[in-house]
């Protein structure tokens, strides 16, 4: 089949890394695709924002599957459009794509369906939201309701610094349309992980955990961004955590949708923290995670292809998944200045070196190719993704392929995965 993959960051790049591999799949095309996505893919300089644009690709280049894989397009429509003009895509309809694209309905859907989920209350207005602060104990969360790319929540440590957040929002538009409505939530402690399931709207099928990093620096330190890194399995979850993952909230999500009228196709994103009590959602996702799946992904055996498309088309039942045991370690590079202000188009050295790596595929996110080099061209650069026998030795061969990388002002965190090594799994 012909495959057209929507978008250009590592997220897409490990997923035309991965579709290349398939029998399944005779050709990739990428809109717009990157420079590495370009050496396995036909890329077409279509922004995934381009919904009429996207469609005419399409049904022009008869793709007998469409991968959307930035949530911007999905929450505007696309999967709506491409459906109308029967295309199968792998990717949740307008009204699905809520869970992600307001993080006010979703709470409210997590009440109406008893999914286990923090406290939250939205306001529009800084002083309620600084009323409502009273009667809370810090530390603080402060939610963008909207798209933020990542970027939409504080964890305030003070009052102070939680009131800022707000104003931010509200007063100084920090993050456009996407906070006009904030939500401040109760801060749950526990070690925060990531679960994704293929649903066609009603079977669901559990990929491998995850656990990101979202903050800038070393011991979750500095802003929080689109995600530093990230690594596959997670040793820590035991089976009976992991059923209640999969039963209270994967299947539990589906069939709540299933119940209001909407069928969900596509990738469910569950961002969890595991309290005493019980797995608590943080957030959902309507596509696949960045950068976990270019942890999980490279772990998937069989064909990623067949299963992407059973979900767009309703034919998931049955189907099944093998994972490779080997941890997979995911550590992003980014520029200079990002989750803030950074300057673009330095030459980046060393990928091919990075790349010849045993165990290593670097994938490219902000990256561009300008005159024959591969020069940044966004926040998050590169993703390096290593696989090995253990924690130990994905870790190695991940931090080895980084160090051969350079770029001016490039950084990235030196402590992915480091909590679980020797650990069993």
Request: hydrophobic share 40%.
């Amino acid at each position: 089949m012909r495959v057209l993959v929507v978008g250009g960051g590592g997220r897409e790049h490990a997923i035309v890394h991965r579709l290349s591999s398939d029998e399944s799949v005779d050709q990739i095309l990428a809109a717009p695709g990157n420079a590495g996505i370009e050496q396995e893919a036909k890329c077409l300089p279509i922004s995934a924002d381009d919904t009429a644009g996207l469609v005419s690709l399409a049904m022009t280049e008869k793709a007998d599957l469409v991968v959307v894989g930035p949530e911007a397009p999905l929450v505007a429509g696309l999967a709506d459009e491409l459906a109308s003009h029967r295309i199968p895509v792998f990717g949740p309809q307008r009204d699905a794509a809520r869970l992600e694209g307001s993080k006010s309905w979703a709470r409210d859907f997590c009440t109406r369906h008893q999914i286990p989920s923090p406290r939250a209350r939205m306001f529009k207005d800084v002083a309620d939201g600084t009323t409502y602060l009273d009667e809370l104990d810090p530390p603080y969360v402060v939610k963008a309701d909207g798209l933020a790319a990542g970027k939409g929540v504080t964890i305030a440590p003070d009052r102070e610094t939680a009131v800022a957040a707000l104003e931010a929002c509200l007063l100084e538009r920090a993050f456009g349309d996407a906070g006009e409505l904030v939500l401040i939530e109760e801060h749950l402690s526990g070690q925060e992980i990531s679960a994704l399931a293929l649903t066609d709207g009603r079977e669901v099928l559990p990929l491998a955990l995850a656990q990101d990093f979202k903050r800038i620096g070393d011991g979750d330190t500095g802003p929080n961004t689109g995600g530093m890194g990230a690594y596959s399995p997670v040793p820590f979850v035991d089976e009976d955590t992991s059923k209640a993952i999969t039963e209270d909230v994967l299947f539990a999500t589906v069939r709540g949708l299933a119940n209001e009228g909407i069928r969900y196709r596509g990738v469910l994103y569950a961002g969890l923290m595991l309290t005493d009590s019980g797995p608590r959602v943080l957030e959902f996702n309507c596509r696949f995670g960045d950068p976990e799946t270019q942890s999980i992904l490279p772990r998937l055996r069989g064909d990623l292809g067949e299963l992407l498309l059973a979900s767009a088309t309703g034919n998931l039942s049955g189907a099944a998944i093998d994972w490779n045991p080997d941890p997979c370690v995911t550590v992003t590079i980014a520029s200079a200045g990002y989750p803030g202000e950074y300057r673009t188009g330095f030459p980046i050295d060393g990928l091919q070196d990075a790349s010849s790596v045993e165990g290593v595929t670097v994938f490219h996110a902000g990256a561009a190719l300008r005159d024959g080099r591969v020069v940044t061209a966004g926040g998050r650069v590169l993703s390096v993704s290593a696989l090995g026998a253990s924690f130990e030795e994905a870790r190695a061969r991940v931090y080895e392929a980084c160090s051969l990388i350079s770029f001016e002002g490039m950084q990235y965190r030196t402590d992915i995965a480091a909590r679980v090594q020797g650990a069993e799994f």
